[in-house]
């Protein structure tokens, strides 16, 4: 048995209790460069904790296809984690409020081509998962010493359908 979820679009307004969707949306805030670049500043609300520090990496991950079925939720209670697609195909987003420090019902969500999310300190989310190959990804998230990852297995699995 399992739960069916349907994916929607990704939206800032829908996926603002969770974190930033990450686009280049309306007019830039600067043009730069000698009159050559829309500089669309300050996107995301980038929280390392006051004992982390920023840090880069690169993902390849495997693509998956719809219908999705997943049953593991996790967390980062001491950063916020930037996920930045470096193709132009969409990827598949699954976040969830926090209720009582369990995640509640999971929502999921596709992107459009290059749009990016930064998911907010302690959002439950599903795993990167790339629906096109090669699932390539600079991530931007916390690198520090302290446990940051709290995983969440559910009882009733659910699949994302288109």
């Known amino acids: ?3 069916e ?18 686009e280049v949306a309306g007019e830039p805030d600067k043009i730069i460069n000698a009159g050559l670049c829309g500089r669309y500043h300050d996107r995301a609300l980038l929280d390392f904790g006051p004992n982390g520090r920023a840090g880069l ?11 999705y079925r997943f049953d593991l939720l996790e967390r980062h209670p001491e950063g916020s984690q930037a996920f930045i697609p470096m193709t ?3 990827f598949l987003v699954i976040v969830a409020q926090d209720n009582d420090g369990m995640p509640g ?17 302690g959002t439950w989310h599903g795993v990167l998962t790339p629906l096109f ?3 390539l ?14 995983e969440a297995r559910l009882d009733l699995p659910f699949i994302v359908v288109p």
């Open 105 to 121: 019902t999971p929502r999921a969500f596709i992107t459009a081509p290059h749009q990016g999310v930064n998911l907010h300190r």
């Open 137 to 150: 990804f600079a991530v931007v998230d916390r690198i520090g010493t302290s446990a940051n990852l709290q």
């Open 133 to 135: 190959s090669p699932g």
């Open 57 to 67: 990496s690169l993902f390849n991950a495997q693509p998956r296809s719809l219908p």
């Open 1 to 3: 048995m399992s739960n």
């Open 88 to 90: 132009h195909h969409p």
């Open 5 to 22: 979820l349907r994916a929607e679009p990704l939206t800032a307004q829908a996926f603002a209790p969770f974190g930033d969707v990450l």
